[in-house]
């Protein structure tokens, strides 16, 4: 999928398109340790993360007012502009990918994929 949204031009990584998609999946406010949490990486490469793209005007660090140690981290106007265009780009690019698979095929393997989730989801207590 990276490669296919560089041919496409796609304004952001599926790195930063997963932490934007966690984040407005969240209120739009969360706080680092819960990006780390929420797209399993590191905190350390969360804030790495984070402080790129806030110096990349996609995302907007606010002083978390109950706590002035703490901050949110929300999408900015641009963000979200870079945001629906990449869901935009991935979603022509699933449509192409699916339009030559014969729709029997994808309905048993997402069948046995909700299958196997839950049977993953006995480990995640």
Do not use: C, W
Not at 26 to 43: F, L, M
Not at 85 to 102: C, G, K, M, P
Request: proline fraction near 2%; avoid cysteine.
């Amino acid at each position: 999928m990276e490669r296919a949204l560089r041919q496409y031009d796609g304004p952001l990584s599926m790195a930063r398109f997963h932490t934007m998609d966690f984040i407005s999946q969240h209120d739009g406010q969360v706080r680092i340790q819960e990006i780390s949490a929420g797209v399993d990486i590191t905190v350390g490469a969360a804030s790495r993360l984070v402080d790129r793209m806030v110096t990349d005007g996609l995302l907007i660090r606010t002083s978390d007012a109950s706590d002035g140690r703490s901050t949110f981290i929300s999408l900015s106007v641009k963000g979200r502009a870079a945001f629906a265009r990449t869901q935009e780009l991935l979603d022509d690019i699933l449509a192409e990918i699916f339009s030559e698979v014969n729709p029997a095929t994808i309905t048993a393997v997402t069948e046995a994929l909700g299958e196997i989730d839950q049977s993953l989801r006995k480990f995640e207590a």
